[in-house]
């Protein structure tokens, strides 16, 4: 692996690069912007004042807060992509800006798709190139927007059981029938509800499973690809291959390519 900064790229709107290092020392800091920090392989601990340690795996996008005072500490190492949000961009956010103010994690969902798309149009070098990074930054953050829907009371028992069976089952391609079915409802009216309350098909979000896993083992193993097609539930790597760039925007051995 080559240490330092790969792909830097200065905005009006915004600071961004790839940081492959290894065994950070654990110094206490402030950033003076919002910074997002999405980390492809590796694992990092991030520290906060009070000394809680919070643990980063692979495919965690981390929000750091301006003014936030924290520590990073790895042994090992890591790629991330950092990107610093200036003045400009934080303004065209509006309200909206205001979901940059706390310290976040994620490890799913629309956040985390956005975040890696962003690494592949980071390599972009036109003017249209940076117009799409922006779009997409966009993504990500309104990922960290709360929504009303995605309360426990809101979304019932039934939904957070449904998620975990999909999560438990997805190497063994379960029907929707025979998930509706344990749930108690009928097909239909599960496929109408869990995406009234998720934003998403219950098919689409059995995917993005899928898909996060199979992106964390072709980022952190060396795994052939036809193994990893098999482990997440896809009888050939052809088909495999077709979701995951559909997916993530890239081919899974461009990806890796990428990271060594």
């Known amino acids: 692996m080559t240490y330092g900064l790969e792909c830097l790229r200065r905005m009006d709107s915004m600071d961004a690069w790839i940081q492959k290092d290894h065994d950070l020392d654990g110094r206490s800091h402030v950033h003076t912007k919002p910074l997002l920090c999405f980390l492809m392989s590796g694992t990092i601990d991030e520290v906060d004042d009070r000394g809680r340690v919070r643990t980063c795996g692979p495919l965690t996008l981390n929000l750091q807060p301006e003014g936030w005072n924290h520590a990073?500490?790895?042994?090992?190492?890591?790629?991330?992509?950092?990107?610093?949000?200036?003045?400009?961009?934080?303004?065209?956010?509006?309200?909206?800006?205001?979901?940059?103010q706390e310290p976040t994690l994620m490890d799913s969902g629309p956040g985390v798709h956005a975040a890696a798309r962003l690494v592949r149009n980071l390599r972009i070098a036109d003017t249209s190139g940076e117009m799409i990074f922006e779009e997409q930054l966009r993504e990500v953050v309104r990922s960290f927007v709360p929504k009303a829907t995605e309360t426990l009371a809101t979304k019932g028992k039934w939904v957070a059981r449904a998620r975990e069976m999909l999560h438990d089952r997805f190497k063994d391609n379960?029907?929707?029938?025979?998930?509706?079915?344990?749930?108690?409802?009928?097909?239909?009216?599960?496929?109408?509800?869990?995406?009234?309350?998720?934003?998403t098909t219950p098919g689409a979000y059995l995917r993005m499973i899928r898909m996060q896993h199979a992106?964390?083992?072709?980022?952190?193993?060396?795994?052939?690809?036809?193994?990893?097609?098999?482990e997440v539930g896809f009888a050939d790597q052809a088909h495999f291959s077709r979701d995951f760039r559909r997916h993530w925007g890239a081919s899974p051995q461009s990806l890796r390519k990428f990271l060594r």
Do not use: C, N, W
């Not at 090992?76 to 940059?100: H, W, Y």
């Not at 379960?174 to 934003?199: K, L, N, V, W």
């Not at 193993?221 to 097609?229: F, Q, R, V």
């Open 174 to 199: 379960p029907t929707i029938r025979e998930i509706a079915y344990e749930i108690g409802f009928d097909q239909d009216y599960f496929i109408r509800s869990f995406e009234s309350h998720m934003g």
């Open 72 to 100: 990073h500490r790895s042994d090992g190492d890591f790629v991330a992509l950092s990107v610093v949000i200036k003045e400009p961009f934080l303004k065209s956010l509006g309200r909206q800006a205001r979901v940059l």
């Open 215 to 230: 992106a964390k083992l072709v980022f952190t193993s060396d795994a052939p690809l036809k193994e990893i097609a098999e």
